[in-house]
């Protein structure tokens, strides 16, 4: 037992270890080699870094509930991107234009409407045709970029109110809107999952989906339900970018499901399902923007800092299995 | 037959599995151009010895000799390059090859470059499948052929090589009549060739017409060798379910309630036709025959996983329709599956939540489930079923078999249900745990379940029923109150032999 008990605290507490080991490496490599003259673990600095992590951070956790689930979303990206131009071209609109900034709330609706249903969308034909996931919102990956360069061709699409850039820009205690929206996120969300009954069939869904059929579980309502909680995040992403910056280039949003799902998968959570947690996704989400600015801080440019990234992914993949093997080896009769 | 090397010769073979003796000093012999049947019941070791024999499990002591070379097994490929060949009852066979390709898999015959060699290749095997008389061509692709000549396309490719003993696994499984005549003709032309065949199966009227002698394991160990020609049906079953098993029936007469579920002419297309049974409350119905009669998909029709083609079903008098498990639990039926990692655990999640899983939604507090309630469920059934696990937290995949079934049967007894079906109760549980379960199945038919109870071991049956349907083919072929069967007819009711159809 107290091994088990040993396990799970090795598994559960690697990524923070990793989180501790960057900050101190890139601390101590910044000042000792003068790599850098300003100091890496320093307030304003980790602010920053949670606000940057933000729209990767919100898709992270809703990509790990449908990860959990035994399922996987590609088409987050282009859900972030559709949303954000929903949100600003109607502020555009004549009738939103005449209700003044009384517009901002609703424009923010639309947007989180979008994703919504992209996200049911996603989810009905999953459940509704029994096609893989994978597929079908690799699908929908192309189909809905495709309707973002529908909407406004190549061109931007943008709308600058500064009632919206202050409300994003504002602080609680440092902490900017999406920073703070992405933690309201990771708790709410971890609350679902560990104490509610949806949290709990998500898990079961995702282990074993014949058990959970069996238990009496509506496992196609359920799956479409965290597809709609996707979308719907991807939407808030959006928003508490978009809502700051103003414009939105049809090539945002690419790569953000890779980002996720490499988030995920650094935090724990198994790629067929059954396992993974919101806490250990924060960790995956945190741990890739220290990278970034950590390696930036020492002077290395993007090509290497993904290059990194990927190997440690690979790295980190390759010493789980090791650490399940050993659980697993028993034999069947 | 003594002049005669054998083909294949096994000596003192042992295998054993945590808590469980699989095989325990088994020896026997197969000679050349012989058939030999291997017997025994379901998890007599059978599949074990011939794992074994394939080199896909080492023994833990023992020899095995071809023509009198001692020869160690150590994977696949070396049982095949000594001429031990398997035709298995499930295929594993590439749909989307051609019947060449699926024959030499592996080592296709190859040009400069790498480049196969497709002329060898199709004349090689349009020479073996002329020998087998079959009405494909190399070409065809596997896919296209029906079961009965994908099952001559592993035939063919037992015989590419210079094969010394071919096992067939219960190959008339899945054949027709028609098509097993071919399949003995085949049978019948390798013995002819000096091929020493090992032949399982179930089926005594096969096994006495096709084979020269039989050997009969039991419970893991050799219970011997008899000619085929001098002997009967009654005395292989007797050494294939002896009598050293303890099987003090439950004698005890329990006050019978009203009648919980009737069934009437429940057809499910092929699988299952023309059931009729009742289960009354306090009983327990058991269901005994061999693996693909049709008694799982009794239960999985009864718990909504299949819909019927025909039939009714009648709850406490009442007809119902039961269209999906959720629709089941609600109507009081719970099913504890036959297997219980694939179809009953979340191997996952720990005791507690396993447990609650099927009425979690209702144990909670807000918008949270509720902790205290789900540990007083998980605390009560642990007590009232003697289930040993660390803590609710352990997860339920580090459980043993006996304690993981236990948490299945709680999950459902939790649910207050009218029946439980039960499906292989004890399946892969060892034989400490394998009694307490079926006590604890009797303690529940005597607190008013009504209990229906599928097993393919005949002691189990025996042991834990009150009647006894015994299946066959998708048939019900009698029922027997379990005061008056006897073995041999239960064994005959199941084997299909005439005259015994109620």
């Given at each position: 037992?107290?091994?088990?008990t040993?396990?799970?605290l ?16 890139f ?8 790599l850098s003259?300003?100091?890496?673990m320093d ?11 933000a ?20 088409s ?12 600003l071209?109607?502020m555009?609109?004549p ?17 989180l ?5 992209l ?10 045709t029994?096609?893989?996931?994978f597929?079908?919102t ?6 809905y970029?495709g ?10 699409t943008?709308?600058?109110?500064w009632?919206m850039v ?26 679902m ?8 069939n ?10 959970a059929?069996n ?16 979308g ?13 910056s ?25 790629l ?21 600015k950590?390696?930036g ?10 290059l ?8 980190v993949?390759?010493l ?8 697993a ?5 | ?6 083909a ?11 808590g ?8 026997f ?28 499990y080492q ?16 994977g696949?490929l070396e ?9 298995h ?5 590439a749909?989307?090859?051609?019947v060449?390709?699926?024959i030499?898999?592996?080592e296709?015959?190859?040009?400069s ?6 002329a060898?290749l199709?004349?090689?095997t ?8 079959v009405g ?11 079961i009965?000549?994908q099952?001559m ?32 003709d ?29 050997s ?11 000619n ?11 050494m294939m ?6 099987i003090?029936r439950?004698?005890?007469?329990v006050?019978?309630?009203p009648?919980a579920?009737?069934?009437e ?6 699988l299952f ?8 409350e ?7 025959g ?9 239960a ?20 119902v329709k ?5 629709d ?10 036959e297997?219980?990692k ?6 996952g999640m ?23 309630a789900?540990?007083?469920i998980?605390?009560?059934y642990?007590d009232?079923l003697?289930?040993?696990s660390?803590?609710?937290?352990t997860a339920?995949g580090?459980?043993?078999g006996?304690?993981?079934q ?14 439980l079906?039960?499906d ?5 549980i060892?034989v ?7 006590n ?5 038919a ?22 006894i349907?015994?299946?066959y083919?998708g048939r019900i072929?009698r ?6 069967v006897t ?10 032999i ?5």
């Amino acid at each position: 037992m107290q091994n088990e008990t040993l396990k799970r605290l090795i598994k559960n507490g690697a990524i923070w270890a990793f989180i501790v080991i960057q900050l101190v490496f890139f601390e101590v490599a910044g000042r000792w080699w003068s790599l850098s003259d300003s100091a890496f673990m320093d307030l304003d600095n980790m602010l920053l870094l949670l606000k940057q992590s933000a729209p990767i951070g919100i898709i992270a956790i809703g990509m790990t509930v449908v990860m959990i689930n035994g399922n996987i979303d590609l088409s987050v990206g282009a859900t972030y991107a559709l949303a954000g131009i929903v949100m600003l071209d109607s502020m555009n609109w004549p009738f939103m234009e005449a209700m003044g900034d009384a517009a901002i709330p609703l424009a923010w609706l639309f947007a989180l409407f979008t994703g919504a249903i992209l996200g049911l969308i996603n989810g009905v034909i999953v459940w509704k045709t029994g096609v893989d996931a994978f597929i079908v919102t690799l699908g929908a990956m192309l189909g809905y970029r495709g309707l973002v360069f529908m909407y406004n061709g190549e061109n931007p699409t943008y709308h600058l109110n500064w009632t919206m850039v202050d409300f994003a820009e504002a602080d609680i205690l440092g902490l900017q809107t999406p920073a703070l929206v992405f933690i309201a996120v990771v708790l709410i969300v971890w609350l679902m999952m560990t104490r509610t009954v949806h949290g709990r069939n998500a898990y079961a869904i995702g282990d074993n989906r014949e058990a959970a059929v069996n238990a009496g579980i509506r496992v196609g309502p359920h799956i479409v339900v965290n597809f709609v909680l996707i979308g719907f995040l991807a939407a808030l992403s959006a928003v508490a970018f978009y809502s700051g910056s103003g414009s939105v280039n049809p090539n945002d949003g690419m790569l953000f499901e890779l980002w996720a799902i490499t988030a995920v998968v650094l935090g724990g959570t198994k790629l067929a399902g059954g396992r993974g947690s919101i806490i250990g996704t924060l960790g995956g989400v945190i741990a890739i923007q220290l990278l970034r600015k950590g390696l930036g801080h020492i002077g290395a440019d993007t090509e290497t800092v993904n290059l990194v990234i990927g190997t440690i992914l690979i790295a980190v993949l390759f010493l789980d299995r090791q650490l399940n093997r050993k659980g697993a080896e028993e034999l069947k009769v | 037959m003594t002049d005669h090397t054998p083909a294949l010769r096994l000596e003192g073979i042992v295998k054993t599995f945590p808590g469980v003796r699989a095989l325990d000093g088994v020896s026997f012999s197969v000679l050349p151009g012989e058939v030999h049947a291997l017997m025994g019941e379901n998890g007599a070791g059978k599949s074990t010895l011939m794992k074994v024999l394939g080199g896909i499990y080492q023994p833990d002591a023992g020899k095995i000799f071809i023509e009198e070379r001692e020869t160690e097994m150590r994977g696949p490929l070396e049982a095949k390059a000594n001429g031990v060949m398997f035709i298995h009852q499930e295929l594993s066979l590439a749909e989307e090859l051609s019947v060449a390709e699926n024959i030499y898999l592996g080592e296709l015959p190859r040009k400069s470059f790498g480049r196969v060699d497709w002329a060898t290749l199709y004349s090689r095997t349009d020479a073996i499948l002329e020998k087998l008389k079959v009405g494909f061509n190399a070409r065809t692709l596997v896919g296209d052929l029906s079961i009965a000549n994908q099952q001559m396309v592993e035939i063919a490719r037992a015989l590419t090589v210079d094969a010394k003993a071919v096992i067939f696994d219960e190959p008339t499984a899945s054949l027709t009549d028609a098509e097993k005549v071919v399949l003995f003709d085949v049978i019948e032309g390798l013995k002819a060739q000096g091929v020493g065949i090992i032949y399982i199966s179930h089926r005594m009227e096969e096994i006495f017409k096709m084979t020269d002698r039989i050997s009969v394991l039991r419970d893991g160990e050799y219970r011997g060798t008899l000619n085929t020609a001098e002997t009967n049906e009654d005395e292989i079953t007797q050494m294939m379910i002896g009598r050293s098993l303890d099987i003090s029936r439950n004698v005890e007469q329990v006050e019978l309630g009203p009648v919980a579920l009737r069934v009437e002419n429940l057809s499910c297309g092929h699988l299952f036709e023309d059931a009729t049974f009742e289960v009354r409350e306090g009983e327990v119905l058991g269901f005994y025959g061999l693996v693909g009669a049709g008694r799982t998909e009794i239960a999985e029709t009864l718990f909504g996983l299949r819909k019927p083609t025909s039939g009714q079903i009648y709850l406490k008098g009442e007809a119902v329709k039961i269209t999906s498990p959720i629709d089941a639990i609600a109507k009081g039926i719970s099913l504890v599956p036959e297997s219980r990692k694939e179809q009953g655990l979340v191997l996952g999640m720990n005791c507690r939540d396993n447990m609650t899983l099927p009425q979690v939604g209702d144990l909670t507090a807000g918008p949270f489930v509720s902790d205290g309630a789900e540990i007083s469920i998980y605390d009560q059934y642990r007590d009232r079923l003697s289930i040993k696990s660390p803590s609710w937290k352990t997860a339920v995949g580090n459980l043993s078999g006996g304690n993981q079934q236990k948490i299945v049967i709680g999950k459902w007894l939790s649910m207050q249900p009218e029946v439980l079906i039960v499906d292989e109760p004890t399946r892969g549980i060892d034989v400490g745990s394998k009694s307490e379960i079926h006590n604890l199945l009797r303690g529940l038919a005597k607190q008013g379940y009504a209990v229906i109870v599928i097993s393919s071991e005949m002691p189990e049956v025996l042991h834990v029923s009150d009647r006894i349907v015994a299946m066959y083919h998708g048939r019900i072929m009698r029922e027997f109150c379990a005061t008056e069967v006897t073995e041999d007819s239960l064994i005959q009711a199941i084997s299909g032999i005439e005259g015994t159809a109620a």
